[in-house]
């Protein structure tokens, strides 16, 4: 599913030099920071969120982060190497998981919203809507966490030791959640309207 | 999905549900997006300098004095304590859930019910008063994350105090044998004995943690889908969490019992465990058992901790 994903995959060294000119305030490196690493997070955080204005939020607040914290990255990654890509995804998962949580105290009950669409209404456009809201309404109806997790592994492919990782989590309790989200997750696609029993893989 | 268990236990490839989810397509992200990011940037405060070290007092081994103890730890093996109990036979009390959780939020009336704590050796401070209250059941996922948190930092201070004190025993134990002239274990087996111990504490820890992430995860969960906590409730899946189901079950049998039948289940706990050291210790070279078999024959250092594994149960005080 990540078939768009950085291409450019570098070295520990290299991340560490990238952090280091960051943390010095070097623009072109922040530049080359959100090349490599923001269609990932805003990936994630749009898969998380279910809208493109959200997941654009996340993003840039992760990317920012980056620009806050690289001195303290660049401390704290001296000895073991420091890789970029990890730390960012545990950043925008927390933004993305604070984000729903206050949304859903903000209105507990809300439907999900409708995109509004700037497209024309070829045929082939509004199927492939269609197929989209019925995706994200599935995810959207996980808790947080599990919807998380969900993005994380089938979405972005990640090992599960990686994506609890990015969850901060230990790799049983991820597994426990996961278990837990994929249970749900068929669930709602079996329940869904007109779906027929069993339809579910 | 790269990992091979996604796609036994999972979402199957080209199934119903995977075709389902493979429409959620992502938007591009905007083209000036680096440059909106590098312009929210130029107002970002400078980064805060690094926080100072804090004290070492939390810091395990990281003093002489740690570094001390913990070779005369081995002691504890070398009495076959570690292996034998001893560290449940501390004089720790089972607080109840009310007490705990009023030491957590920091509820005065409930505080002044709580037991006195035996003194510290180290004169440690009870744990800080928190920031901000946490009122009534727990019902969002910013509370219940405070509330572990502090429940850790409590659980961490007193995993200190209760290690300081055990190492303190095991090092006046030593000192008092060596003042009198009775076996004590050479530098040698101090040494692997002291590296048993620690991997045992080592080990013992990992497993309460991941057991207790997951029963985390499962009270996360439960909150998220709109239950509500009372403090009772969180306190006791937090102490059963780390504790096998067998012994769950011990903890909430012994809640049942009168003091009398828990006085009772404790003296044939102990007696039960010094046959089990008898068996252990024949595990043990010779050598090593001469050193060991005096110190399992000193009284052991008696306390009202319960016949349960009282140091998995680890409480928040």
Known sequence: ?????????????????????????????????IARHATLMHRIAYRMMGNAHDADDITQEAMLRLWDHAPRLIEKGRAAGLKLAPW????????????????????????????????????????????????????????????????LTYYEELPNAEAADAMDMNIKAFESLLFRARAALRRGFENEPGRVEGGAS | MSDPENEQNGIAKGGALDKALSGYHVPALSNDFADRVVARSKDRPEP??????????????????????????????????????????????????????????????????????????DGAEAAEAPETAIEGPIDSSQELEEAFSRIDQARGDRR????????????????????????????????????????????????????????????????????????????????????????????EELRELSPEERRERIRQFRERRQERVGQRLRRFTPEERSSIYDDTNDEPINGAAPPIESEQVDQPE
């Open chain 2, 160 to 251: 200190e105090e209760r290690r300081s004190r055990v190492d303190q025993r095991i090092d006046e134990t030593l000192e008092q044998r060596r003042e009198q002239g009775l076996p004590a274990p050479t530098a040698e087996q101090e040494e692997r004995l002291r590296n048993r111990l620690e991997q045992f504490r080592e080990k013992r820890d990992a497993t309460l943690e991941e057991r207790r992430a997951t029963t985390r995860e499962e009270l996360r969960e439960r909150v998220e889908n709109g239950e509500e906590l009372t403090p009772r409730e969180l306190i006791r899946e937090e102490r059963a969490g780390g504790l096998r189901p067998e012994a769950r079950e011990r903890l």
């Open chain 1, 88 to 151: 960012l995804k545990r950043v925008t998962v927390n933004l993305a998981i604070d984000r729903l949580r206050v949304a859903k105290r903000l209105s507990a009950n809300a439907d999900i919203p409708e995109q509004v669409d700037h497209e024309p209404l070829a045929d082939a456009a509004i199927e492939r809507r269609e197929e989209g809201q019925a995706a994200r309404a599935l995810i959207s109806r996980l808790p947080e966490r599990q919807r998380a997790a969900i993005v």
């Open chain 2, 48 to 121: 805060l300098p690094s926080l100072r070290k804090g004290t070492s007092r939390n810091r395990r081994w990281s003093t002489a004095r740690r570094l001390t103890v913990g070779a005369l730890a081995a002691g504890a093996l070398a009495s076959a304590a570690a292996a034998t109990g001893v560290l449940g036979d501390l004089p720790i009390r089972l607080l109840s859930p009310e007490q705990i959780w009023s030491s957590i939020t920091g509820d005065e009336q409930e505080s002044a019910r709580r037991p006195q704590r035996l003194p510290a050796s």
């Open chain 1, 1 to 33: 599913m990540s078939g768009d994903s950085p291409r450019h995959v570098s070295g520990s060294n290299e991340e560490t030099e990238l952090v280091r000119r960051i943390a010095a305030r070097d623009e072109e490196a922040f530049r080359d920071a």
